[in-house]
């Protein structure tokens, strides 16, 4: 699609209530679609339209993702929308290919998301794994040093959840700090 086509596209949709740019399959009407002011009671029915102008395309992933990316952005809907919309979709006079093409669009969208979500928790838990066990070993080297009389220093390292301080604990013990040092620094 050239610019000037892009423009006249736009230019065209800018005038068009929603419900005329269903008839109008192409990737500029189903974004603008989302961009209106579209009644509370037609957003479910909205998002299922985008959904079917953008499974009709048969756009390749990146493409459909970065379009169903938009929708999801600008047509938020709420619990009760998602609910409607989904009714929309099992209900409707959408055909069972169709309606199978907009479930892989929303799909893939939503794997994409768990994905990411579960690469971000790996992460915090590696972080907090880290921390866990870098409280361990101070806690195990400040008992081989100094004996149980660490106990109130266990607790107070267990209380810190910022691995700054107790990477300074863990350096004051390894240079032979004494415990009253050791309980400063964690005090600080």
């Keep these: 699609m050239n610019h000037d086509q892009l423009f006249k596209d736009l230019l065209s949709c800018y005038f068009l209530e929603f419900l005329e740019l ?3 399959p192409n990737p500029t009407a189903a974004t603008l679609m989302t961009r209106m002011n579209i009644a509370k009671a037609d957003r479910p029915r909205a998002k299922v339209e985008c959904l ?3 499974a009709g395309l048969k756009l390749d992933r990146p493409r459909a993702r970065f379009l169903l990316g938009f929708i999801d952005r600008y047509l938020q809907l709420t619990q009760e929308e998602t609910g409607i919309f989904q009714r929309e979709i099992e209900c409707s006079d959408i055909q069972p290919k169709e309606r199978r093409a907009m479930m892989d669009l929303t799909n893939s969208w939503e794997i994409k998301g768990r994905e990411e979500g579960l690469k971000e928790g790996l992460k915090e838990g590696l972080k907090e794994g880290r921390l866990i066990e870098l409280k361990e070993s101070i806690i195990r080297l400040a008992q081989h040093r100094f004996g149980p009389a660490v106990k109130d220093l266990a607790q107070a390292i267990e209380a810190k959840n910022e691995r700054e301080p107790l990477d300074r ?5 390894v240079d032979h700090a004494d415990l009253p040092e050791l309980e400063q620094l964690l005090a600080d």
């Design 22 to 24: 269903f008839a109008r």
């Design 52 to 54: 079917r102008i953008l």
């Design 169 to 173: 604990v863990l350096t004051a013990l």
